[in-house]
């Protein structure tokens, strides 16, 4: 018989209970159900509404519970409508009628928005703690190539030379910004609701602090119609995953096409590739490829709850439940994501020597030799007219603006002088870009020292 069983003159009918049921998925939430209801009942016999012999019996009965699902004994997909109402009928039978006080004062309503609070603030600080060992293996790739010049793009085009550390280091921002992001999530999670009841709160003298204590919650909600309606939270957890996965899909896209024959930038670890069931040749960079396809699921996870959650009266309805298999989808993929992408990147091997080459080609020194203009008095627009038409006759005489003799450039523009050649060198284009934020080796020591302070702060 259902716990909730007495108003009803018939039984549900079977495939009511199918599609009413949610212990298929919020089983996963037991530790937590069991530990919010530990808590629960201290602060029921600390108010005198259970006795102390009630409160030790059901909490011994309660982590014998947690104990044997921990060690395999108990098979949490039995005839239950829910994790919560399953944790309350092993309890009653094991402990007896003491077991059905377990209840007092509290809501399905107000206990499910407990256990998902809690366990997205144990899983957020795990995200982070992957997201920092990310962090890491950018930082330390980072370091190794301060010196190591490529050509950085806009459309896709070559444009102007940079370090291949500072092409990192901007991940690096990236997937900084998405551990701030997920610390924003913690403290909108880190918030009690228990208390609030189905709607309502309650006529007991509960001690809301006191379970606030105990579960280590920096704050009580405030109203208890928004404390059980709430999921705002999970709307923000999984707009943190989405972003988080849309970095790490930029980056898949990158190492994609830097891997590429066409490229050369880098090469994959074998054991981070797969091969061809028909051509022999191929090394195919399936994990890059599969962290891209995987950001979609994480947003169509955050536009179903949104969804969902757009039309809801105040205060609970059923439709809230389908934040669960949302949050819990996109929480194991990036968790499946974040560690193996990590370790994919700290194997890859950097072709410098192609990457300098693919710099130097493609006039990617052609905004420096406007700047060498501007610095002898012509005005920019003026010097990026001229400079235009020095790449057009390179362009057409297959030529670079290395290989240009003086007399080509000064047939131009009678301001170029010799000193020109050591203006538009690669490295002069690079290491003079020594601006805060810039990618000379300089300025990217001073972003590394920056980014090991805040590693340091985060682990």
Same mark, same amino acid.
């Given at each position: 018989?259902?716990?909730?069983?007495?108003?009803?003159?018939?039984?549900?009918?079977?495939?009511?209970?199918?599609?009413?049921?949610?212990?298929?998925?919020?089983?996963?939430?037991?530790?937590?159900?069991?530990? &919010?209801?530990?808590?629960?009942?201290?602060?029921?016999?600390?108010?005198?509404?259970?006795?102390?012999? @009630?409160?030790?019996?059901?909490?011994?009965?309660?982590?014998?519970?947690?104990?044997?699902?921990? &060690?395999?004994?108990?098979?949490?997909?039995?005839?239950?409508?829910?994790?919560?109402?399953?944790?309350?009928?092993?309890?009653?039978?094991?402990?007896?009628?003491?077991?059905?006080?377990?209840?007092?004062?509290?809501?399905?309503?107000?206990?499910?928005?407990?256990?998902?609070?809690?366990?997205?603030?144990?899983?957020?600080?795990?995200?982070?703690?992957?997201?920092?060992?990310?962090?890491?293996?950018?930082?330390?790739?980072?370091?190794?190539?301060?010196?190591?010049?490529?050509?950085?793009?806009?459309?896709?085009?070559?444009?102007?030379?940079?370090?291949?550390?500072?092409?990192?280091?901007?991940?690096?921002?990236?997937?900084?910004?998405?551990?701030?992001?997920?610390?924003?999530?913690?403290?909108?999670?880190?918030?009690?609701?228990?208390?609030?009841?189905?709607?309502?709160?309650?006529?007991?003298?509960?001690?809301?602090?006191?379970?606030?204590?105990?579960?280590?919650?920096?704050?009580?909600?405030?109203?208890?119609?928004?404390?059980?309606?709430?999921?705002?939270?999970?709307?923000?957890?999984?707009?943190?995953?989405?972003?988080?996965?849309?970095?790490?899909?930029?980056?898949? @896209?990158?190492?994609?096409?830097?891997?590429?024959?066409?490229?050369?930038?880098?090469?994959?670890?074998?054991?981070?590739?797969?091969?061809?069931?028909?051509?022999?040749?191929?090394?195919?960079?399936?994990?890059?490829?599969?962290?891209?396809?995987?950001?979609?699921?994480?947003?169509?996870?955050?536009?179903?709850?949104?969804?969902?959650?757009?039309?809801?009266?105040?205060?609970?309805?059923?439709?809230?439940?389908?934040?669960?298999?949302?949050?819990?989808?996109?929480?194991?993929?990036?968790?499946?994501?974040?560690?193996?992408?990590?370790?994919?990147?700290?194997?890859?091997?950097?072709?410098? @020597?192609?990457?300098?080459?693919?710099?130097?080609?493609?006039?990617?020194?052609?905004?420096?030799?406007?700047?060498?203009?501007?610095?002898? &008095?012509?005005?920019?627009?003026?010097?990026?007219?001229?400079?235009?038409?020095?790449?057009?006759?390179?362009?057409?005489?297959?030529?670079?603006?290395?290989?240009?003799?003086?007399?080509?450039?000064?047939?131009?523009?009678?301001?170029?002088?010799?000193?020109?050649?050591?203006?538009?060198?690669?490295?002069?284009?690079?290491?003079?870009?020594?601006?805060?934020?810039?990618?000379?080796?300089?300025?990217?020591?001073?972003?590394?020292?920056?980014?090991?302070?805040?590693?340091?702060?985060?682990?």
């Amino acid at each position: 018989m259902k716990l909730w069983a007495g108003r009803f003159t018939k039984a549900t009918d079977a495939l009511t209970d199918h599609f009413n049921s949610s212990l298929s998925f919020d089983y996963r939430l037991y530790n937590e159900d069991i530990t &919010g209801s530990v808590a629960h009942v201290k602060m029921l016999a600390k108010q005198g509404i259970l006795t102390d012999e @009630e409160c030790q019996t059901i909490e011994q009965g309660l982590l014998e519970i947690l104990q044997d699902i921990d &060690g395999g004994k108990i098979d949490l997909m039995q005839d239950s409508e829910d994790i919560h109402m399953l944790i309350e009928t092993l309890l009653t039978n094991r402990i007896g009628d003491v077991g059905k006080k377990l209840h007092t004062g509290r809501s399905r309503n107000d206990q499910v928005a407990l256990d998902m609070r809690l366990y997205l603030r144990k899983n957020i600080k795990e995200i982070q703690s992957l997201i920092v060992d990310l962090l890491n293996a950018i930082y330390n790739l980072a370091t190794e190539h301060t010196t190591t010049f490529m050509p950085g793009y806009t459309h896709l085009q070559r444009a102007q030379p940079v370090t291949f550390a500072h092409h990192l280091m901007a991940y690096f921002e990236m997937f900084k910004r998405d551990y701030k992001r997920f610390d924003f999530c913690y403290d909108m999670t880190n918030c009690l609701p228990l208390g609030s009841g189905a709607l309502a709160t309650t006529t007991y003298p509960l001690d809301r602090d006191y379970v606030k204590e105990l579960l280590k919650f920096d704050a009580i909600c405030e109203n208890s119609l928004d404390a059980v309606s709430d999921r705002d939270f999970c709307v923000d957890f999984l707009y943190a995953a989405s972003q988080m996965m849309m970095h790490l899909s930029r980056f898949s @896209e990158e190492i994609i096409i830097y891997n590429s024959h066409e490229f050369k930038f880098i090469e994959l670890d074998d054991a981070f590739s797969t091969g061809s069931s028909i051509m022999p040749q191929k090394k195919n960079p399936d994990i890059a490829e599969l962290v891209r396809g995987k950001t979609g699921r994480c947003y169509g996870n955050l536009l179903a709850l949104l969804t969902t959650l757009k039309g809801l009266p105040l205060a609970y309805n059923k439709d809230m439940q389908e934040d669960k298999e949302a949050v819990f989808d996109s929480l194991d993929t990036i968790s499946l994501c974040l560690p193996i992408f990590t370790n994919m990147l700290k194997t890859i091997t950097i072709n410098k @020597e192609t990457m300098y080459k693919a710099a130097a080609s493609g006039f990617t020194n052609a905004t420096d030799a406007a700047d060498y203009l501007v610095k002898k &008095g012509v005005a920019f627009r003026d010097a990026h007219h001229i400079v235009g038409q020095l790449v057009l006759f390179c362009t057409t005489n297959n030529l670079t603006l290395e290989t240009l003799s003086l007399q080509q450039y000064q047939d131009i523009s009678p301001v170029f002088t010799d000193d020109i050649y050591q203006a538009i060198s690669i490295a002069t284009c690079v290491n003079e870009r020594n601006v805060t934020g810039g990618p000379s080796p300089e300025a990217v020591k001073r972003h590394l020292s920056k980014a090991k302070q805040f590693i340091e702060r985060c682990s």
